[in-house]
């Protein structure tokens, strides 16, 4: 039988995960999330002009970094940080001093299920990440450890206990993550879909991972979560969470660690711009026909044995074989060593996870 997650996971957590807001606008849309995130910390990244001031909205516990302040603490190395493109909240990860992370857009709002009620996400990403992941073996009844549910006749009892989750990936109700050409052929198109089920992602499937609902186990694999280099200056944009999510699930697989995806589901409230968004992810669609055979081929030495050794060999392979695609990947392989720098002068082995809330 397997075991359903601590009902109340939530309050367990509350001083063990720092939820991260990548911004450029007031944070009004935390008043609707009051309810759920309050006993929570925050880390806003405020993106763009540093001198623009972000409101948050009274009683909510929070840091907030802008640029100015990402310069100061990662000096030259703040290079591997995204300016004007919401990869910048891959510094949230890096600062906190938590064992979770959640991480969240400014407009997705609170959802509702089938019934009326009101979704709290972040409830349902913590039962997820509490929860074993069965990356092995299929289970058709879907999450097997969820109340009401279990493994199905010819499971083998020896991949019962599943393994590590460390990644739970929510999804979208009204605005769906689409592409660009998606979203221009089909600008209508809304997500009124909710499916009940959570999913383990299989070892050796990758997986297009999206950021604006995602939560993870920092100790886990927090520095793989870096959200590549977008933004101003870079030739793409919209490909930091899909980097850091194939990054993720071959060192997953590679370290047999699970991800998860599905429930929770989150309102997101507004399209971004379509033409805007073309010419943003307009070289990643067709350099992906390449970036994604050079991540379903990658293999980790078993001396990779750490997230930081997996991420540096991958970085290497990245140089080598994605280097002939574009000089943008040579950037973007440096930029990964640079990340793990930052991430291992901030996080000294065994310490950040135990420490509380503060300014790095
Ligand atoms: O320059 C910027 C632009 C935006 N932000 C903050 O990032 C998130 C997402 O912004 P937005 O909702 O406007 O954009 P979407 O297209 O819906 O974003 C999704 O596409 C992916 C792009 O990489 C991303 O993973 C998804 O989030 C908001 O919080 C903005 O305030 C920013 O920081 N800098
Ligand atoms: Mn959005």
Redesign the pocket.
Known sequence: MAAAASSNATTLLKDELDIV?????NLDFLEMWRPFFEPYHLII?Q??DPSKTIKVPEGFDYELYNRNDINRILGPRSSCISF??????CFGYMVSKKKYIFTI???CFVAKDPSGKDINSLQQHIKNLLSPSTPFFFNTLYDPYREGADFVRGYPFSLREGVPTAVSHGLWLN?P?YDAPTQLVKPRERNARYVDAVLTIPKGTLFPM???NLAFDRDLIGPAMYFGL??DGQPI?????MWAGWCVKVICDHLGLGVKTGLPYIW?S???NPFV?LKKEYKGIFWQEEIIPFFQSAVLPKESDTVQKCYIELSKQVKEKLGKVDPYFDKLADAMVTWIEAWDELNPAGGSAKLANGKA
Do not use: E, F, W
């Not at 004007?84 to 909240?89: F, G, I, T, V």
């Not at 944009?237 to 969470?241: C, F, H, K, Q």
């Open positions: 807001i990548p911004t450029i606008r990244v993106d763009g004007k493109d919401s990869a910048c909240r857009d400014d407009d605005i993550d999206c950021g604006m977008m933004g944009g919209r490909y930091d969470d997101h507004k399209a971004s968004n």
